[in-house]
């Protein structure tokens, strides 16, 4: 069973940066794309970035494309969220998960592993 625990979340101001960490267990992280994904109130939950496995080809959201960047370090089973010029839309709780394979997809269908969540909240 893989477990996925993310960290980082906080309350920050608008403009401000935080950085969001999942941490992995298993051998084959480094074997699997990864994706961050989130959920505001009321809304449903939406893709935000993903990573590749081998090559770390990384795709993002229209929304925070620029402002964020995904990364992976496979030694450590840990991939990051690194989110810049924080906006108040950006508030939600925030998940990583761990894709059927070695491609990224903007789907939740394509993850079978999720983290619990971590909450991002951005004042104005």
């Known amino acids: 069973q893989v477990q996925l625990v993310e960290s980082g979340g906080g309350l920050v101001q608008a403009g401000g940066s935080l950085r969001l960490s999942c941490a992995a267990s298993g051998r084959t992280f480094s074997s699997y794309a990864m994706g961050w994904f989130r959920q505001a109130p009321g809304k449903e939950r939406e893709f935000v970035a993903a990573i590749s496995s081998s090559i770390s080809t990384t795709v993002y959201a229209d929304s925070v494309k620029g402002r964020f960047t995904i990364s992976r370090d496979n030694a450590k089973n840990t991939v990051y969220l690194q989110m810049n010029s924080l906006k108040p839309e950006d508030t939600a709780v925030y998940y990583c998960?761990?894709?059927?394979?070695?491609?990224?997809?903007?789907?939740?269908?394509?993850?079978?592993?999720w983290g619990q969540g971590t909450q991002v909240t951005v004042s104005s």
């Open positions: 998960a761990r894709a059927l394979g070695g491609g990224y997809s903007r789907l939740e269908g394509g993850y079978n592993y």
